[in-house]
């Protein structure tokens, strides 16, 4: 269980990559937050918007969207 804010600047024109549990967020330049509990994992944006992976799946969450997760065995 845990939280985190991550702020990435525009410079990183080919994104960042953040590996939470079974999520990965793809991220390029946007503030975004990922938080965790049991089982349980959100993502939500600041500003811009981020991808995220989940078990071969593909969303976009933008700014002022918060986006929730289950996962069952992580």
């Avoid at 500003?47 to 700014?63: F, H, K, L, P, S």
């Amino acid at each position: 269980e845990g939280e985190a804010v991550f702020a990435i600047g525009p410079e990183h024109t080919n994104g960042i990559q953040v590996s939470v549990g079974p999520l990965v967020v793809i991220d390029r330049g946007t503030v975004f937050n990922v938080s965790t509990g049991p089982g349980i994992y959100r993502v939500s944006v600041a500003e811009g918007a981020v991808d995220v992976m989940i078990e071969q799946q593909r969303y976009e969450v933008r700014a002022g969207q918060l986006a929730t997760f289950e996962s069952e065995g992580r």
